[in-house]
Nanobody, 116 residues
Framework: QVQLVESGGGLVQPGGSLRLSCAGS????????MAWYRQAPEKQRELVAR???????NYADSVKGRFTISRDNTKNMVYLQMNSLKPEDTAVYYC??????????WGQGTQVTVSS
């Protein structure tokens, strides 16, 4: 059983930065594909960034060049550095872990609000 807990969300002005953290427990997540998703009000949940066990990363076009996903396998942690934030980045951000045997696991989400 994988448990994920996100932190680091909050209110930030346009152009500002936030760093989200995801703490994993219950399994060694070094072999898992880890990802950040987000869901804005009345919109579908969408993939923001993904990092595979080998370190390869994928990003949504809307965040390329602004967001960076990283992982620290020694701490079972995943991070999302978000720079140059825009109002359209406002959403609940969810940490996701996918493993061959355990499938998808989700955190409870952390709210990010970009507003002046």
């Amino acid at each position: 059983q994988v448990q994920l807990v996100e932190s680091g969300g909050g209110l930030v002005q346009p152009g500002g930065s936030l760093r989200l953290s995801c703490a994993g427990s219950g399994r060694d997540l070094s072999t898992y594909t880890m990802a950040w998703y987000r869901q804005a009000p009345e919109k579908q949940r969408e993939l923001v960034a993904r990092i595979f066990s080998g370190g390869t990363t994928n990003y949504a076009d809307s965040v390329k060049g602004r967001f960076t996903i990283s992982r620290d396998n020694t701490k079972n942690m995943v991070y999302l550095q978000m720079n140059s934030l825009k109002p359209e980045d406002t959403a609940v951000y969810y940490c996701n872990a996918w493993g061959i045997s355990s499938g998808n696991s989700w955190g409870q989400g952390t709210q990010v609000t970009v507003s002046s």
